[in-house]
């Protein structure tokens, strides 16, 4: 008899993984579960460092130059991961003083790539979780090969409700992955497991209320990934209700464009970009760094 697991639950000998919370969270697993577009495996390819988000910076031109084709893919794959990890260094720049003895939290860690980058920056240990078991097994995998699996480790949770002991986070964030969830229940978890003092930090893609209402793209970028972007004004206000108080706010929108309209030049393209391209530029979506303390 064959049984199929039910999305996100992992198969690990002796331990019981809930299930998910809700519907629509074994949809997300689901997704997550069966997600491997080549954009996402290749660029990880490059260095091992497994990013699920977008780039920022300045595209470097001469670094794209090529004699072929199948070459310039190549410099163009190496540069649009370059660019993801800068972003992944401009979060972890907003953490604060984090030591060795340190305990971080990356709600919704994806395949684990800003996990392995803040450990290798702060020498600290780094809990993740994610709905998706496929995610967690290949971030935990990533952390043995890296031979710091006692320091870096994923888990199969939900993020409105971590395994992870009240007080106990020097620093917590999500890197677009925000817009899975409720934002009061999400920094009420964060503000539980953050201990007084620390500072969580979100990158996320927002809309704009000066916009007025989601746009068209904005609707096409919710349908594309089956999330729900939410506005800036609602990520400020579910901070302010749970005691994260907004310490730095950078909107990378201009910082980001050069990104997608690199990707929109490849082969990696998943017919995405022009939402994001067009709501960046029409001013309805923006790319935001919000840094909060916990008080
Ligand atoms: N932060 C990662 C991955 C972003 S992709 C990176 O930067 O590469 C979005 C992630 O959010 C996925 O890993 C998905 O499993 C996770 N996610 C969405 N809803 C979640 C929830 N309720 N609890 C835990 N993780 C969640």
Request: hydrophobic share 40%; glycine share 8%; aromatic share 8%.
């Amino acid at each position: 008899m064959t049984t199929t697991a039910a999305p996100g639950t992992a198969t690990v000998p002796g331990v019981t993984i809930p299930g998910p919370a809700t519907s629509y969270q074994g949809d997300i697993a689901r997704y997550w579960d069966h997600e491997a577009r080549p954009v996402n495996l290749r660029l990880g390819d490059v260095d091992g460092l497994y990013h699920h988000h977008y780039g920022i910076g300045e595209v470097d031109h001469g670094a794209l130059a090529a004699d072929s084709d199948a070459e310039r893919e190549e410099r163009i794959v190496a540069e649009l991961h370059r660019l993801e990890s800068a972003q992944t260094d401009v979060l972890l720049d907003h953490l604060g003083p984090i030591g060795a003895g340190d305990t971080l939290v990356d709600a919704g860690c994806g395949r684990g790539g800003s996990m392995v980058m803040a450990h290798q920056r702060f020498d600290c240990s780094v809990e993740g979780v994610t709905l998706s078991a496929k995610q967690a097994e290949f971030a935990n995998q990533r952390a043995r090969d890296l031979g710091i699996d006692h320091a870096v480790r994923a888990r199969v949770a939900n993020m409105l409700a971590m395994p992870v002991e009240s007080g106990r986070a020097a620093a917590s964030w999500n890197n677009e992955s925000s817009m899975y969830v409720d934002l009061g229940d999400l920094f009420a978890e964060h503000a539980r497991i953050l201990a007084h003092g620390g500072r969580y930090v979100t990158i996320t893609g927002c809309w704009n209320p000066v916009y007025g209402q989601p746009s068209k793209w904005v609707s096409q970028i919710n349908a594309h990934f089956e999330c729900n972007i939410h506005s800036r004004r609602e990520y400020l206000r579910a901070m302010a209700d749970n005691r994260l108080v907004p310490q730095t706010i950078i909107d990378l929108t201009p910082a980001t464009l050069p990104y997608w309209e690199l990707r929109a030049t490849s082969s990696l393209t998943t017919g995405i970009e022009e939402a994001f391209i067009s709501s960046y530029k029409d001013g309805s979506f923006q790319y935001l760094l919000i840094a909060a303390d916990r008080i």
